[in-house]
């Protein structure tokens, strides 16, 4: 896998590239002297988290006839206080189901995704975070 990064202001504005050609923006924020036009790197690592847990959670859902019409993860993170680097030291997502969804069958869907397949979710471990997670199924 080969990832691309190019400076394309005179300060930290990055576009990152995929080998496919998909980018996306970071940036640092402006009190460290960025403009805030972009992601911060350590956001982009809860995003991913988020998006390699969602592509299997649907996976799972859908090889068990389950209909989702809306699906959303909130992902709040702290990281450590007080150090360099500073990594995510606690990570608590919120997985919010709607359709005809069996609330079993997304909790197992979520468990094996967090606990087994999820790529991101086990690097984030094996740095030290701890990650929790709730499921909400048809619920406001």
């Given at each position: 896998?080969?990832?691309?990064?190019?400076?394309?202001?005179?300060?930290?504005?990055?576009?990152?590239?995929?080998?496919?050609?998909?980018?996306?923006?970071?940036?640092?924020?402006?009190?460290?002297?960025?403009?805030?036009?972009?992601?911060?790197?350590?956001?982009?690592?809860?995003?991913?988290?988020?998006?390699?847990?969602a592509?299997?959670?649907?996976?799972?859902?859908?090889?068990?006839k389950?209909?989702?019409?809306?699906?959303?993860i909130?992902?709040?993170?702290?990281?450590?206080?007080?150090?360099?680097?500073?990594?995510?030291?606690?990570?608590?997502?919120?997985?919010?189901?709607?359709?005809?969804?069996?609330?079993?069958?997304?909790?197992?869907?979520?468990?094996?995704?967090?606990?087994?397949?999820?790529?991101?979710?086990?690097?984030?471990?094996?740095?030290?975070?701890?990650?929790?997670?709730?499921?909400?199924?048809?619920?406001?």
């Amino acid at each position: 896998m080969r990832i691309e990064l190019k400076r394309v202001d005179d300060d930290f504005r990055m576009e990152a590239k995929d080998a496919d050609g998909h980018s996306v923006f970071m940036d640092a924020g402006e009190a460290t002297g960025g403009h805030n036009q972009g992601v911060r790197p350590m956001q982009m690592l809860l995003m991913g988290l988020g998006g390699c847990s969602a592509i299997d959670i649907l996976l799972i859902l859908k090889k068990q006839k389950q209909v989702v019409t809306d699906f959303r993860i909130v992902v709040d993170g702290e990281r450590e206080p007080g150090k360099e680097p500073s990594l995510w030291e606690t990570v608590a997502l919120v997985f919010y189901f709607t359709g005809t969804v069996d609330k079993d069958k997304a909790q197992r869907a979520v468990d094996l995704s967090m606990k087994k397949y999820c790529s991101v979710s086990a690097t984030l471990e094996k740095a030290g975070a701890r990650i929790s997670y709730t499921v909400k199924v048809n619920e406001q």
